[in-house]
């Protein structure tokens, strides 16, 4: 089974905020990263978080509370090209990097 | 700067043959995976390596071979292709976690087997 939850789906109207959550099996956890694919694209990186608290990249930012085992990617100002799948990722300590099944984000006018 | 070329872009296979999808790093990486992505399935990890020599499996590693003889190299190979595996690879290089996480993608290689 997929050792990160997120949810499958988001809808959102243009310049709105969007959170979108992540929990993660914690076994050997080191970090917590995002990563955004458009269609028939590779994955690019947004953000990382190894220590808890809140990283501010622009538009985008990402939260991890490590004894929650849970983190978060808030997407402001929401725009049409943010229509995007968006992946939370695990790496742990042995180098392994895994990745949720991602989220869907529908942008509408 | 070519980052991670992944080749080839598409290939179609008939069940049973055999073939190596190439994955080169110029950044001088230690890490570099293979994953697969299925819809809905998202990227799932099928063998991974953490410097030249080593190896590991991933999540779904039945039916692939990998090595990595040099830093920049990490051929994935598909002994007795199977329907079950069309998808689209992705190959991925990083530095150690302990130095930056951030993950480089080739551009994937769409693979039907038919």
């Known amino acids: 089974g997929q050792s990160l939850e997120q949810p499958s789906e988001v809808t959102a109207v243009e310049g709105a905020i969007v959170q979108i959550n992540c929990t993660y099996q914690t076994s050997g956890f080191y970090g917590l990263s995002w990563y955004q694919q458009h269609d028939g694209g590779a994955p690019t990186f947004l953000s990382y978080?190894?220590?808890?608290g809140l990283e501010e990249t622009g538009r985008f930012s990402s939260f991890l509370s490590r004894s929650d085992s849970y983190g978060y990617l808030l997407l402001q100002e929401l725009q049409m090209k943010d229509s995007a799948s968006y992946f939370c990722?695990?790496?742990?300590?042995?180098?392994?990097?895994?990745f949720g099944a991602g989220t869907q984000v529908v942008v509408t006018p | 700067n070519a980052g991670v070329t992944q080749t080839p872009k598409f290939q179609v296979l008939k069940t049973g043959q055999s073939m190596t999808l190439q994955c080169a790093q110029d950044?001088?990486?230690?890490?570099m995976s293979w994953y697969r992505q299925d819809p809905g399935m998202g990227l799932r990890l099928i063998h991974y390596s953490v410097g030249a020599g080593i190896t590991d499996q991933g999540e779904v590693p039945n039916g692939y071979n990998v090595s990595r003889s040099t830093t920049e190299d990490f051929p994935l190979r598909l002994l007795s292709a199977a329907p079950s595996q069309t998808s689209v690879y992705f190959c991925?290089?990083?530095?150690?976690?302990?130095?930056?996480?951030?993950?480089?993608f080739g551009q994937g290689t769409r693979l039907t087997v038919v």
């Open positions: 990722a695990r790496t742990d300590s042995w180098g392994k990097f895994q």
């Open positions: 950044m001088n990486h230690e890490y």
């Open positions: 991925a290089s990083s530095y150690s976690p302990a130095e930056n996480t951030e993950a480089f």
């Open positions: 978080n190894a220590l808890d």
